[in-house]
Structure formats: structure tokens, C-alpha cells
């Protein structure tokens, strides 16, 4: 029973390129969160999603962020245009409906230079 | 908004119990959390408790919750050298506390 897989662990992206991170979630689980964890700071959330649905999109920056769940696939949360102070590591989590306890996978670390 | 605050370091020797704390400003969270993660890991979650229960106990781990005062601690007891990692408290699904520095000497 494979836990929360992200991928890539590790991304380097040069300042203007994009960034694209995978979250495959646990099996039966059909919501997924992103959260970001600056460094020396805790996680912040950033996004909810459904299969094919936003929820709540409340922590996500207005522009360059978005993020996506479709009905096959992995979510995607992509990153348009990259700043040095996107620097962090992005963790997504997955829950299946109707439970309150999210599962949370390894993270990607993402370093623009 | 709300806020989830916890002190940012602490130190036990191997053996001892360890009690990490954490203070959070709302209060309709149904669930409130402890996660652990260790060096270049995700977040593992050790614990969490119903927002109606005012302990949890399972095996070393007892969470203390005090809805009076808005507090949650989490104890360890017989604290070993591979408890030290960083503990984030969390309210409800999408708040979390800046994580605690678990450190156990040998």
C-alpha cells in the first residue's frame, strides 16, 4: 500500500523557467492539499482539491501558482516564472473522503538559482 | 486568522519525558493534530485527537487538550534519540505551527 508519492524530491529551476510538481495520493484518497514550507518557517497551506474540482484556494498566490487534480493522473501544482523566493519544499497530502486525518508525502524540494 | 504558536526548541536527555506545547486561537477546529518530521522527510502524523476529548493516550504518546485555555501538548515518554526530529501541532486542516526543534542527548 504505497503512501503519498511526489515527484521529482529535488527540482532546480533557473529564475523565469517553470516549475511543475507531481503528487500522486494514496489509494482510495480523493483529495489532495498542497502546502509550502518556507525555510526556517512551518507549512502553509496553499491549496484543496478534488478530483476535477478547486476547493479552497485561499493560500495560493494570485499570480504564476496553479494547481490542478484531474479525474487520471497525478495533482500538479505548477509554477509559472520562478523567483528566487520560491524557494522551498512543497508537500502535498491526500485523504480519502469523509476523514479527517491527512497523509502526507516526502515533499519536492524546489531551488531556483 | 487564526494561529497556532509552539515553542521552537527543546532539549531532553534520552529517558526522560519530553513535553512539547502548543497554543492555537480557534477553537472550531474538530480535530486538532501532532505531526513529526524528521531530517529531508515529509510530515509523518504521530497523533490527533477529537476536539471534544481532553486526552489521548497511545503507547509513548499522550496528547493533553485544554479547550479552556486553547492549549494542546504532547508528551513523550522514555524519550530515545530517534524522537528528535521537528513536531508541528495543527488546527483543523490548514494551520500549523512554526514546528518545535526535538533534540535528545544521549
Known amino acids: 500500500n504505497a503512501g503519498v508519492m511526489q515527484n521529482p524530491r529535488h527540482l532546480v529551476r533557473r529564475r523565469g523557467q517553470e516549475a511543475r510538481l507531481r503528487c500522486s495520493p494514496m489509494?482510495?484518497?480523493?483529495?489532495v492539499y498542497w502546502y509550502r514550507q518556507l525555510p526556517e518557517e512551518g507549512l502553509k497551506f496553499m491549496v484543496y482539491?478534488?478530483?476535477?474540482?478547486?476547493?479552497?484556494e485561499s493560500g495560493m498566490p494570485k499570480e504564476r501558482f496553479s494547481a490542478e487534480f484531474p479525474k487520471e493522473g497525478p495533482s500538479i501544482l505548477r509554477i509559472q516564472q520562478v523567483v528566487r523566493g520560491d524557494s522551498a519544499a512543497y508537500f502535498c497530502a491526500s485523504s480519502p473522503p469523509g476523514l479527517a486525518s491527512q497523509y502526507f508525502g516526502p515533499g519536492t524540494r524546489l531551488t531556483v538559482t | 486568522g487564526e494561529d497556532v504558536e509552539q515553542s521552537l526548541f527543546l532539549s531532553v536527555r534520552e529517558g526522560d519525558s519530553s513535553v512539547i506545547n502548543c497554543t492555537y486561537t480557534d477553537s472550531s477546529s474538530t480535530y486538532l493534530y501532532w505531526y513529526k518530521q524528521e531530517p529531508g522527510a515529509g510530515l509523518q502524523l504521530l497523533t490527533y485527537?477529537?476536539?471534544?476529548?481532553d486526552m489521548k493516550q497511545d503507547q509513548r504518546l499522550t496528547v493533553l487538550l485544554n479547550k479552556k485555555d486553547k492549549h494542546l501538548s504532547l508528551r513523550i515518554a522514555d524519550t530515545q534519540t530517534g524522537d528528535s526530529a521537528i513536531y508541528f501541532c495543527?488546527?483543523?486542516?490548514?494551520?500549523f505551527g512554526a514546528g518545535t526543534i526535538l533534540r535528545v542527548k544521549s
Open positions: 485527537i477529537f476536539s471534544n476529548m
Open positions: 489509494k482510495g484518497h480523493s483529495h
Open positions: 495543527a488546527g483543523g486542516e490548514q494551520v
Open positions: 482539491l478534488q478530483k476535477e474540482n478547486i476547493i479552497d
